[in-house]
């Protein structure tokens, strides 16, 4: 069965520098999304991304965040210089035509912990 | 603004007792909706998808309903078993994103 593969399943880095987390959407999908769930928190919306541009984004997803499809593989959330607060579980997912349409399916999510 | 409300926040019921979860929603103005489950530390699985003019959906022992006028869905988990321990999150989708509950935790006891 396809799935939304994340890579790395968990980073540690230091305050203030760049991370770069990694997804290989579901094929033939069109739509392409990051959410993030701190510790014990809601899941959240950061950013959706269809046809090589931005669609829609969160407050949370400030000029510190950026995304990026680089090929026809790869959609992947840069954060240019992390803080204490970035620290949280990272999902990306993919959907045919949108979520408001058709089911979203996530991937297994990369731990993101900045010390 | 979307507000998605889970009720109870944890629930611990014996093995085999069927149940019911329960997610409120402020604006009703939904495209979808949509349950997942997440294990401990993983990832969100999808198990259910009931779109706007669906009242229910259904996939083995999990039934999903809504009902959009009053704001609500529940999910009726049949013959619990240990195995369907996890939380269950409530989501709504619209435009271009899906807007989560906080989850019901739900531990099944052996």
């Known amino acids: 069965e396809p799935e939304v593969t994340q890579t790395p399943s968990h980073q540690v880095t230091q305050m203030g520098q760049e991370v770069i987390l990694r997804c290989v959407p579901i094929s033939n999908h069109l739509y392409f999304y990051w959410y993030r769930q701190i510790l014990g928190q809601k899941v959240e919306f950061l950013v959706s991304?269809?046809?090589?541009?931005?669609?829609?984004k969160s407050e949370i997803f400030d000029d510190q965040f950026s995304v990026e499809r680089p090929d026809g593989s790869n959609f992947t959330l840069k954060i240019r210089s992390t803080k204490l607060e970035d620290s949280a579980m990272y999902f990306c997912?993919?959907?045919?035509?949108?979520?408001?349409?058709?089911?979203?399916?996530f991937g297994q999510g990369t731990r993101l912990t900045v010390v | 603004k979307q507000e998605v409300t889970q009720i109870p926040a944890a629930l611990s019921v014996p093995e085999g007792e069927n149940l019911v979860l329960n997610c409120s929603f402020t604006?009703?103005?939904?495209?979808?909706l949509q349950w997942f489950r997440q294990d401990p530390g993983k990832g969100l699985t999808s198990l259910l998808l009931?779109?706007?003019?669906?009242r229910e959906q259904t996939s083995g022992r999990l039934n999903a309903s809504l009902d959009k006028s009053s704001g609500r869905s529940t999910l009726y988990i049949a013959a619990s078993q240990p195995g369907d321990s996890a939380t269950y999150l409530c989501a709504c989708g619209r435009d271009d994103k899906i807007i989560f509950g906080k989850g019901t935790r739900l531990h099944i006891l052996p």
């Open positions: 997912a993919s959907s045919g035509q949108g979520v408001g349409s058709t089911e979203a399916f």
């Open positions: 991304f269809y046809n090589n541009e931005i669609s829609e």
């Open positions: 009931i779109q706007s003019s669906q």
């Open positions: 604006d009703s103005a939904i495209y979808n």
